[in-house]
């Protein structure tokens, strides 16, 4: 009996001193970024890229806290659970985003620790996106077996192991590009207030919390590739001022029709493309100077990446919208934020030709940071959103 106490204290001791070990490093790495945010460039040579220029709030401080991410960030993905609900996800359509982060904690080695007692963070790999697909009734006006199916796998992992209790929740993460993903937390109260949620649909006004919570890009892959959808002209051949088209959802783009649509020459807006065959919705997006973004049923819109990926400058019309990377990116040096649709033609004419240029050319460079690739590459959007994971991961500090 004795024993068996002594061995039950000498293993509680040996958790305590893994988690001092734990909070350590991350002090470390805490300290290290402030002391980088002190100088504007980055000093650190870097094979690959070294970020500078005004999209960055401080090239510097990013710098600094990727390269600590690379060296001490380690991630437990969760094996309880079944595909297809658990460790799978779409790969193509517009929740490619999810499928493929997904897909590479399940199949990579980047980040990931077998070790539990190592890791920094833990990965709840559930797919919201087929949870509808198979647990939704069509026509129920409620979510409750996908609400409940995620109640009971936190039970579940909770269960099994000390993790979430330790800190409740608050060095753990989940991510969904359904629109129903912020919703479907809300069945577990602490995963909703204390863990890191990884959303696209990243609204402010429906609790989304910028301090703990990730913008997670949406992209619509209709393919699964990304091939031909990068570049575009130069602005002296881009001949559109601004252009939209898509769904008639969401009051934002009522009011945008309402008001743009056959208004004006320059001002190209459709619920739906013309079918004359002239031009298709990709080389309306390459030719345009400025591309609209306005929020539709939910503030997500996979308009953004698409509007970087053509290298054209993304109007951002929304409510509440939490912009991807913002914590890094300065959004305001490579995109307009427009409230006033009304007066959207004298806000987008007021922009001077070499200040639209040099916005232009940072779209270019800031693209890297949402490109998707097989297998991942240094700061593409797989390493972007882990970085974001990291630096909420950051925020918290958990009593040893």
């Known amino acids: 009996m004795a024993s068996s106490t002594t061995g039950a204290i000498t293993k509680k001791k ?14 470390k790495a805490r300290s290290a970024i402030r ?12 094979p690959d890229y070294v970020p500078q220029g005004p999209i960055y709030h401080n090239a510097n401080a990013f710098h600094r806290s990727y390269l600590e991410m690379e060296r001490v960030f380690k991630m437990y993905v969760y094996s309880e659970g079944e595909p297809p609900i658990f460790h799978n996800g779409p790969c193509r359509s517009i ?68 993790f979430w209790n330790r800190s409740l929740g608050a060095d753990h993460f989940m991510l969904s590009c359904h629109d129903w993903g912020p919703y479907s937390t809300t069945y577990v109260p602490e995963l909703f207030n204390n863990s890191i949620r990884v959303l696209c649909n990243a609204n402010t006004s429906e609790g989304f919390n910028p301090r703990k919570d990730v913008p997670l890009p949406e992209i619509n892959l209709k393919t699964g590739e990304i091939a031909g959808l990068i570049g575009g002209p130069s602005p002296s051949r881009r001949s559109i001022l601004a252009f939209f088209a898509g769904g008639l959802h ?7 029709l309402d008001r743009w649509k056959n208004r004006d020459p320059d001002i190209l807006v459709y619920d739906k493309l013309p079918e004359d ?8 997006l390459r030719n345009s100077r400025f591309c609209l973004c306005p929020s539709g049923y939910e503030v997500a819109s996979p308009r ?45 004419m007021g922009i001077s030709g070499s200040q639209y240029v040099r916005m232009q050319r940072r779209v270019k460079q800031v693209q890297r940071h949402f490109v998707i690739n097989g297998p991942p590459k240094r700061f593409d959007l797989f390493h972007m959103v882990v970085h974001s994971i990291w630096l909420r991961r950051l925020n918290v500090r958990l009593a040893s």
Request: aromatic residues 10%; proline residues 5%.
């Open 304 to 348: 953004v990446v698409e509007a970087i990926y053509a290298e054209c400058v993304p109007v951002l019309i929304s409510e509440g919208y939490a912009a991807p990377f913002s914590d890094v990116l300065n959004w305001k040096a490579f995109s307009v934020a427009v409230e006033d649709i009304g007066r959207l033609k004298e806000i987008l």
């Open 277 to 284: 065959g002239k031009s298709s919705y990709e080389w309306m």
């Open 35 to 46: 002391n980088a945010s002190r100088s504007m460039v980055s000093l650190h040579h870097d």
């Open 95 to 162: 929740y490619s985003t999810e499928g493929r982060f997904i897909h590479q904690m399940e199949k990579g080695t980047l980040f990931r620790t077998n070790d539990p007692d190592k890791a920094l963070v833990y990965f709840l790999p559930f797919s919201v996106v087929v949870m509808v697909q198979y647990l939704h009734v069509p026509g129920a006006h409620h979510m409750h077996p996908i609400g409940n199916t995620v109640a009971d796998y936190v039970s579940l992992v909770s269960s099994r192991h000390p």
């Open 14 to 27: 040996e958790k305590k001193k893994g988690q001092r070990k734990v909070e350590g490093i991350l002090a």
């Open 250 to 256: 969401g009051h934002i783009r009522h009011v945008l």
